[in-house]
């Protein structure tokens, strides 16, 4: 069959006949990029104008910080949060794609019945709240499944891989297989860099990422100013824009259909010109 090209998100088709770019809107206070940009009205309206203008498909919002070592928010904040969020989003841009970045299954069917989220992005793959695969099904949205190893709180901490690219593979070959037994039809694969993995695994990872086409799944990649970038050409996360734009054209390379990014107009660009290469001829 070949690989999904499209998404069914709320009855709209988004096409991945060409790779798409998912802008980054974090409402949480301590993101390790953007934490705490986002908090008002007006910032909120501001970044959605942006990443929409730049050429985004999909807006990810999310209200949990991710990031190594951090223990996130209870439920009642982060429903609070999104509820904030959501309600202005809808209001100001109500065709938006947008994609919510969770992993408690509750908060998603809620967000999906009241604010018409058209995608749940979940870290942790249904690991961190067992009720998600089959919310998922009955919300009958597309997915999100990403690998990690351990949660956010520990994830960094001494991750060990015996084949990195032959486990992930297995971990997604079990999930799948649950999740399409439940009747989900749009599954998008995510191999989760930075999470549980040193910078060797998430190059490995890299390098195999087309092995994943075996699912006939879109591929997203997400890794905008992370440390596997930072770390290699010794920077932080606010100067490695150039590190993230080499990174996303290898990840497209290597089979990437969803581009997740804090910097919208770069990544376009960078489809762009990895269409070209490809192709000869304009995207």
């Known amino acids: ?30 993101s390790f990029y953007d934490g705490g940009r986002y908090r008002s009205e007006e910032e909120i309206v501001s970044r959605c104008e942006a990443i929409l203008e730049e050429g985004a498909e999909i807006i990810d919002v999310g209200a949990v910080s991710t990031r190594p070592g951090t223990e996130g928010i209870d439920a009642v904040a982060e429903e609070r949060k999104l509820e904030d969020a959501l309600r202005v989003i809808r209001k100001r841009f109500p065709d938006a794609t947008l994609s919510l970045d969770t992993y408690r299954a509750d908060i998603a069917r ?47 901490v001494n991750p060990v891989y015996g084949d990195p690219s032959g486990e992930v593979i297995r971990f997604f070959s079990d999930a799948i297989f649950r999740l399409r037994s439940l009747g ?22 890299l390098r195999s990422m087309h092995r994943l086409d075996i699912f006939e799944c879109p591929v997203l990649a997400g890794v905008s100013r992370k440390s596997m970038i930072c770390k290699c050409i010794e920077t932080d996360a606010h100067h490695a824009l150039n590190g993230t734009t080499a990174v996303n054209t290898l990840a497209l390379l ?13 990544a376009v660009e960078c ?13």
Not at 2 to 22: D, F, H, Q, Y
Not at 184 to 204: A, C, S, W
Not at 255 to 262: E, F, P, S, T
């Open 271 to 283: 489809i762009k010109i990895v269409e070209m290469y490809r192709n000869g001829s304009k995207s």
């Open 1 to 30: 069959m070949g690989k999904r090209i499209t998404l069914n998100c709320s009855g709209k088709l988004l096409s991945l006949e060409k790779p798409a770019v998912m802008g980054i809107l974090n409402v949480t206070d301590d």
């Open 110 to 156: 809620r967000m999906v019945n009241d604010y018409g989220v058209d995608i749940i992005n979940d870290i942790s793959a249904g690991t961190m709240d067992e009720k998600m695969f089959e919310t998922v099904a009955c919300l009958n949205v597309p997915y999100v499944l990403m690998h990690m190893q351990g949660t956010p709180a520990t994830m960094q």
């Open 184 to 205: 989900v039809k749009d599954i998008i694969v995510d191999p989760g860099f930075g999470f549980g993995k040193t910078v060797e695994h998430n190059y490995e990872l």
């Open 254 to 266: 290597n089979g990437a259909d969803i581009l997740r990014v804090h910097d919208v107009r770069e």
